[in-house]
């Protein structure tokens, strides 16, 4: 419970109407949450508008309208806002007492590799016997305790009363994906980091953001949100942007390179096999050695990442080298499936053109035989980037399996023509629509040293086809249909033996 005339104060801008000296019990900017004494904020989703929820939210019981547009609707109070997704953030960063103040905060950036940071920066914390938060792409934790993922970054309020449930649980440290989504529509606003990590950028969610420059001044943003005092921004020195990055805040600055030696982080030489990396980092604290067990040249960016904000946060260099070793791997990351077959299979959440190109890079340095390569393209997202991410395929893979990918409201056969566009030689592709029976013959065709990189998906266990989200898995697919060709094989022994 907040009294309403303190809690406005944090807005910078409003226009009042009706008295506010009282007591609100809650924020809601759900109009089906709404009970007695509540404050509801209309907020304009994709396909909805919380505006026109106003009246249903006031017939069950709120008492104050936080609105970007006026109306004639018969609230207590009404405040009208430039723009109430920035005022949703603020409120709420106030209702629940500005818990960033009490936690250590972590937000990382970046087309790719968000995910695995944040699991190895946790892993780091949990090293150092600190109770720590994370809150991503997969799920949520508070420490032990996990929660579904809806968003990559939730609601500004969801998040704020995720922090302060956070703060009850004793957790210390909060790891979380800042996407450019969450930036633009001011889920994190109000909120102060410790510290800010940069990874890439590259081509992705141009269907938001239109261009690459309001893309890159999205992320940017994250940076004008790090704390005054003993703040730090980490940032890749190897991808071309780092300096723009680097010029959005004034607090202190690491940087980090695969073999620039005027980084603060680098590595001096690495190894990587079909089953771990062999890393030599030089720090500023001297060299680490990691045996890593994630693998590629992806992964090694994600380490010297991940170093880089234990450094920033003060952690010794043993407990960041054991934390980083401790991590067996991410879901949907780079994950790599044994059942007895004799060929490689990885499963990687990978969706653009820059993130197939190392993928397949590091799957082609560790396959004898043929590099296999089963994708598709998510419906109702950025179109401009399906032949490229076609392009890229052909330029690695030996053949390719082009099936669904969350198609949404978009025809598949339309999807995968137009990732036909960048594939010069259509002889090495086969189009099986169907994803499962685009892995059953990719399984099929498989031989002994060949490679299978399933990407798109990675962690996800669904597909959304038109409206329906159906249960969908392509590491419980793959293994399934791997212990059914398995248990054959063994039938089709039995059945020679008694011959």
Not at 27 to 47: C, N, P, Q, T
Not at 157 to 175: C, P, W, Y
Not at 298 to 325: M, R, W
Not at 384 to 409: C, H, W
Request: glycine fraction near 8%; aromatic fraction near 8%.
């Amino acid at each position: 419970m907040q009294n309403l005339k303190k809690l406005l104060n944090v807005l910078p801008s409003k226009k009042i109407s009706g008295e506010v000296d009282f007591a609100i019990e809650k924020i809601e900017y759900d109009s089906r949450k709404i009970s007695s004494g509540d404050l509801f904020v209309a907020i304009e989703g994709y396909s909805d508008d919380g505006h026109n929820y106003i009246h249903s939210a006031i017939k069950k019981g709120a008492v104050a309208v936080v609105v970007q547009k006026d109306g004639d609707f018969p609230a207590k109070t009404k405040i009208i806002v430039p723009d109430a997704r920035e005022a949703l953030a603020l409120l709420a960063v106030r209702f629940f007492g500005f818990p960033f103040k009490k936690l250590k905060i972590v937000g990382i950036t970046g087309t790719n590799g968000k995910t695995t940071i944040s699991y190895l920066i946790r892993s780091i914390f949990k090293q150092n016997q600190k109770k720590v938060g994370l809150i991503g792409t997969i799920a949520y934790w508070m420490d032990d305790k996990k929660k579904k993922a809806i968003n990559t970054t939730p609601e500004s309020l969801d998040l704020q009363r995720m922090f302060s449930q956070m703060l009850e649980e004793k957790v210390s440290t909060v790891v979380m994906e800042v996407s450019s989504h969450a930036l633009t529509l001011h889920r994190v606003d109000g909120t102060q980091f410790d510290v800010a990590v940069f990874t890439n950028l590259n081509r992705e969610h141009l269907d938001f953001h239109q261009t690459m420059d309001a893309y890159r001044h999205a992320k940017g943003l994250l940076f004008k949100k790090l704390k005054e005092k003993g703040s730090c921004a980490v940032i890749n020195m190897d991808d071309p942007n780092w300096r723009y990055f680097s010029q959005q805040t004034e607090t202190k600055c690491l940087t980090y390179s695969l073999n620039d030696p005027n980084a603060d982080f680098f590595t001096t030489n690495f190894i990587c096999t079909p089953e771990r990396s062999l890393i030599n980092m030089a720090t500023p604290a001297g060299e680490i050695k990691l045996d890593f067990k994630l693998i590629g040249e992806s992964n090694i960016y994600n380490a010297l990442a991940s170093v880089a904000a234990g450094f920033a946060l003060q952690i010794d260099p043993d407990t960041i080298k054991s934390g980083l070793e401790a991590v067996d791997g991410v879901p949907g990351r780079m994950e790599r499936i044994q059942a007895g077959q004799d060929f490689n299979i990885w499963i990687d959440y990978g969706h653009t053109p820059h993130a197939f190109e190392r993928l397949l890079k590091t799957a082609q340095k560790m396959t004898k035989g043929r590099l296999l390569f089963l994708f598709g393209c998510g419906g109702d997202r950025d179109q401009g980037k399906r032949p490229m991410m076609g392009k890229v395929a052909s330029q690695y893979a030996d053949l390719i399996f082009l099936t669904e990918d969350n198609p949404r409201s978009e025809d598949p056969d339309v999807i995968v023509q137009q990732i036909m566009y960048g594939i010069e030689d259509k002889n090495k592709v086969q189009i099986i629509i169907d994803r499962k029976d685009g892995i059953k013959k990719a399984l099929e065709t498989a031989r002994t040293g060949d490679t299978l990189v399933l990407a798109g998906k990675g962690h996800e266990d669904y597909q959304i086809i038109g409206d329906k989200k159906i249960h969908f898995s392509d590491k419980e697919t793959v293994l399934k249909l791997l212990n059914a060709s398995a248990l054959a094989d063994s039938r089709q022994g039995e059945k020679r033996v008694m011959d």
